[in-house]
């Protein structure tokens, strides 16, 4: 895939780049490793000013940077600026908790026969991060933020279709006043993902993307014995039960389906429906579907733009050719719009079977399932056969019903009577095919950190005499 600016709204290529050649990257990656054994030496409060810096810099930039994102990928420009605020967000709140996510973590020193013992959270290094372009800056910040503020160094591998946003990602900490080289992106294509993973002076890795993808780099870094976040790919169910607003429900599930155009890993997509309410609840969805506004991204009061790229489009015509031919019905949408651009009209079908495609695998585009289930068993055994386990969602105001779902659903995140998102506050990431490990909050600043114990003895002049021996490996 070239590495270039092509806009999904017309399909115009509007600007193209030259992929850095092995020894510029090798170059960079020396560069960064440099950094880090300078940069592991500042303090907290240099790297919290810096990120207060940031998110400074970043939010006066907004509009710039919306319309960039806009242009790249097809995001809506309200998307598109709620995700640059998002990102400052997360700079600041990262600024805000530095100090209590890396102070050390005092233990028991009498219990282990100390003056004094704790824990203490070290950066590891040099860390690659192999970024999408669904959320070209919110995916790559959530990693930057919190290991910048654990004094780490980062190298972006961003998608090729999103070029520019990652040269300003590099240029927006740089000019926040992080000094040289500590972060630095690399416009090379997939191929060159082995070659910088495998590179000694990097420590670890992190990936939002496929399923295959993340297999590809656990092989590699497991080969290297290197660490890895891998946040995958989901199918996310939203089950909807008797007690549930309907109306509520079904508004928040068009939302929850066509955000971001409908390319979003946590995207609400397979919807799990009882059967003494899916006659209203699917009249409901469909009408909120239709209503959705698909047109030009940058113009105000779009809600659904194109696809990001052409056989991203083409993909989901794809799924719901299949599940057509095999017997499914489409509610609304399902057929492509005339004219230029990627563009493909948020579309629930009824019907699916275990032998469509769509059951199983994960459609990245406005495209919706709805399944009637007699039970919450039968919704949640239905969800957890699926090879995915990233969010979830249960409308239902049972107690009991959301007890057992919080139970028993497969999944990193649960979401009761709302829509299933990302916050610098929670824990993100799932479980089975959708990955390991957990970004945001303390969690994703810890994964790229050195958890260290430090034991200490009284000094010489306080030991006494006797037998000190202890049981050890």
């Known amino acids: 895939m070239a590495i270039a600016t092509t806009d999904p709204a017309t399909g115009e290529t509007l600007r193209e780049f030259e992929p850095m ?63 640059t605020g998002k990102c400052v967000a997360a700079l600041r709140y990262y600024a805000d908790h530095a100090h209590e996510f890396l102070a050390p973590r005092p233990a028991d020193a009498e219990a282990v ?42 190298l972006l591998k961003h998608a090729s279709n999103v070029p520019q946003t990652a040269l300003y990602l590099e240029e927006l900490f740089r000019k926040a006043g992080f000094p040289d080289d500590v972060f630095q992106t690399l416009l090379v294509g997939s191929s060159s993902i ?33 660490p890895t976040v891998l946040e995958l790919g989901g199918s996310d169910p939203f089950v909807v039960m008797p007690s549930a607003d309907l109306a509520k429900a079904a508004s928040v599930a068009a939302t929850a389906r066509c955000q971001n155009n409908g390319q979003s890993c946590i995207a609400a997509k397979r919807f799990f429906v009882h059967a003494d309410v899916a006659e209203e609840f699917t009249r409901l969805f469909a009408d909120e579907l239709a ?18 790229t052409e056989s991203g489009r083409d993909d989901v015509e794809e799924y719901v050719r299949d599940a057509v031919e095999k017997g499914a019905t489409v509610v609304t949408g399902g057929q492509r719009p005339d004219g230029p651009g990627w563009y493909y009209p948020p579309t629930l079908l009824t019907g699916v079977t275990q032998d469509m495609r769509l059951y199983d695998e994960e459609v990245f585009g ?4 709805l399944f009637t289930v007699s039970s919450l068993e039968e919704a949640i055994d239905i969800a957890n056969s699926h090879p995915y386990g990233l969010g979830s969602n249960v409308w239902t105001d049972d107690e009991a019903e959301r007890e057992r779902f919080v139970r028993d659903v ?23 095919q959708s990955g390991y490990g957990r970004e945001l909050t303390d969690l994703g600043m810890h994964a790229f950190t050195n958890a260290k114990t430090v034991w200490v003895g009284a000094p010489s002049s306080q030991q006494g005499g006797g037998d000190t021996a202890t049981a050890s490996e």
């Open 291 to 308: 209503a959705l506004r698909v047109g030009h991204p940058a113009e105000e009061g779009t809600q659904v733009g194109p696809l990001a």
């Open 366 to 369: 406005p495209v919706a399932a």
């Open 410 to 432: 497969q999944a990193g995140m649960v979401f009761v009577n709302g829509m299933t998102t990302s916050y610098p506050e929670l824990p993100f990431g799932g479980v089975k």
């Open 113 to 154: 026969g100390a003056q004094e013992a704790y824990v203490v959270h070290q950066p590891l290094g040099v860390v690659l991060a192999v970024m999408p372009w669904n959320f070209p800056l919110w995916q790559a910040m959530r990693f930057a933020a919190p290991a910048l503020a654990a004094g780490n160094v980062g």
């Open 194 to 226: 082995e070659r910088v993973l495998r590179d000694r002076r990097v420590v670890a890795a992190t990936l939002t993307g496929s399923a295959p993808a993340g297999k590809s780099v656990a092989s590699i870094a497991g080969d290297e014995l290197k």
């Open 21 to 83: 050649s092995d020894e510029a990257v090798d170059e960079r990656v020396a560069r960064a490793a440099a950094a880090f054994e300078r940069y592991r030496l500042t303090t907290v409060d240099d790297r919290v000013r810096w990120l207060r810096s940031a998110a400074d810099v970043l939010e006066a930039d907004t509009d710039d940077v919306a319309r960039l994102m806009t242009t790249e990928m097809g995001k809506t420009l309200a998307a598109a600026r709620a995700e």
